[in-house]
């Protein structure tokens, strides 16, 4: 006998926000200079925006894309970066030269073009409560001081309405420039969000935080009367400074780790009867950490451009698997199962590095992750339900340490729509090598039978595949699969993300 799903129809755990499928983008490596902008392209618009990239992120509706960094913004000075004359900066974090070509305009016009809300990370690191509140002037006071006239002599009349802002980047980390103890970023904090609302009440500001009681107590009790968020970031594979990938089956066992930090800021919000005030931006997370060695430890006789050059690994296509995708729609599915208290989630990054979008001069590549958003932002609903599997299957793994674990095989996700009827369910077959069966339960009858059903999954033909220029090994698919029948029993196929619609109209 296989699984069976019970899905309720009437018990609702929230309405996720549609923040949690945003993305993140950096001023690294291939990010920006040759990813998303690349004058001179023909495939680039006037403003030197890859209109391919731009068409590819508006098909997953990129809702919330912050910028410009990551490790890069804390010793990054926007002022270079506005105006006609722009001075090239010396990026201290990624030890290369930013042409700063590429700065505040530039970006919220690409956000404008994309239909997405920008979300600025400020420099807490080298910067100051001041400079921080400068910006916020540039972008979105009316007129009033230096800096609106300064947007406005650079050719934009109207504010730029930058409403997200983040006050650092992982300032709690000895890496980062500019680090800070747990007092001092409590009081940062208070200063720079005092500074902030008082040019714009109307922002919405995060700090930089992460799951641990120190930091984060002193940064809420100092500073949280300004915050609506809180911001964490999590890799699970930490392969910074190897780029030796986990494999499938390790993976398989990340993703029992994908609730971790939710669930210890989520109790330390509730311990602080925070957790109707602030909510958690989870602003930067990827199965896979990005790879850089270390710039502060370069190998003997190791030049600048040969260890700037090992970033090009992070470019290769064949190690964006289907274990890549599968981790991340579980890790969708936990933000949006903790849909009360996680209100945004940025994938790290959007193009290049680990992203779900690689490009080259004359197209992009679709990496495996990118068709889970796509099935994610296009196919899921957007009220959360709750359900339940009878018989859930289990099987074992071995984690990156090589110690065994249990993990579920199946992940998922039920789904309704507050637009229109038809239940639509994400899953996750995690088993390398067998279909699993799953039969359908509604605990009531509001799913009437005779309605369509509707399978939408990649697979690929084995756990090992990906796409790649001229390879498509992880094509999006959509199966029909007849109408419903109560008890109606499905196959799912091994190494698989799906999502099943019911009664949904296309
Ligand atoms: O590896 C990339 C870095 O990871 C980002 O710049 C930073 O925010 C995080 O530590």
């Not at 990026?91 to 990624?94: E, G, M, T, V, Y």
């Given at each position: 006998m296989g699984t069976r799903l019970h899905v309720n129809l009437k018990r609702v755990l929230g309405t996720r926000n549609p923040m949690i499928y945003g993305h993140f983008i950096e001023h690294f490596h291939r990010q920006i200079y040759g990813g998303v902008y690349d004058p001179g392209n023909s495939l680039s618009d006037e403003s030197g925006l890859r209109m391919d990239v731009l068409d590819a992120m508006r098909k997953i509706r990129v809702p919330v894309l912050r910028w410009p960094g990551g490790c890069f913004v804390s010793s990054y000075h926007w002022k270079y970066g506005v105006g006609k004359e722009r001075i090239p900066m010396y990026?201290?974090?990624?030890a290369v030269e930013d042409p700063n070509t590429f700065g505040t305009d530039e970006y919220v016009d690409m956000c404008r073009k994309i239909g997405c809300e920008p979300y600025i990370c400020a420099n807490a690191g080298t910067g100051t409560p001041e400079e921080i509140s400068d910006w916020v002037e540039y972008c979105n006071l009316k007129q009033e001081g230096q800096f609106a006239k300064w947007r406005i002599a650079n050719g934009h009349e109207a504010p730029h309405q930058v409403k997200y802002w983040s006050i650092g980047n992982e300032n709690w980390g000895e890496w980062e420039l500019g680090a800070k103890t747990a007092e001092e970023w409590g009081y940062f904090v208070r200063e720079t969000g005092k500074m902030i609302k008082h040019v714009d009440k109307d922002t919405e500001l995060t700090a930089a935080a992460l799951p641990d009681l120190d930091w984060n107590t002193q940064l809420l009790r100092i500073g949280g009367k300004f915050l609506d968020w809180i911001s964490i970031h999590q890799y699970w594979d930490p392969i910074n400074g190897t780029n030796d990938f986990a494999s499938y089956e390790q993976v398989m066992a990340y993703t029992n780790l994908t609730e971790n930090g939710i669930r210890e800021v989520r109790g330390l919000l509730t311990a602080m009867r925070l957790e109707k005030k602030i909510k958690i931006a989870f602003d930067e997370w990827n199965l896979r950490g990005w790879y850089h060695p270390d710039a502060t430890k370069r190998g003997p006789g190791e030049t600048r451009e040969d260890y700037v050059k090992l970033r090009d690994k992070n470019d290769i296509n064949s190690l964006y698997t289907m274990a890549d995708a599968l981790f991340t729609a579980c890790f969708l599915n936990t933000c949006n199962r903790n849909c009360d208290i996680v209100g945004m989630a940025n994938f790290a990054p959007i193009v290049n590095t680990r992203g779900c979008i690689f490009t080259y001069p004359d197209g992009i590549v679709l990496r495996s992750t990118y068709h889970v958003f796509d099935l994610y932002v296009n196919c899921l609903g957007d009220v959360i339900l709750d359900s339940w599997e009878e018989d859930a299957g289990y099987m074992t793994v071995r984690n990156r340490a090589g110690e065994l674990e249990e993990t579920a095989e199946l992940d998922i996700l039920a789904t309704a729509f507050q637009d229109k009827p038809g239940v639509a369910i994400a899953i996750v077959n995690k088993n390398a090598s067998f279909e699993k069966e799953l039969a359908l339960c509604f605990d009531d009858d509001s799913v009437k039978e005779g309605a369509t059903v509707v399978l939408h999954y990649i697979c690929g033909d084995s756990t090992e595949a990906y796409n790649d220029i001229g390879h498509e090994g992880v094509p999006l698919c959509k199966e029909n699969l007849g109408t419903y029948r109560k008890g109606m029993k499905i196959i799912l196929k091994p190494h698989m993300v799906g999502v099943l619609q019911i009664g949904v109209e296309s």
């Open positions: 990026d201290k974090a990624w």
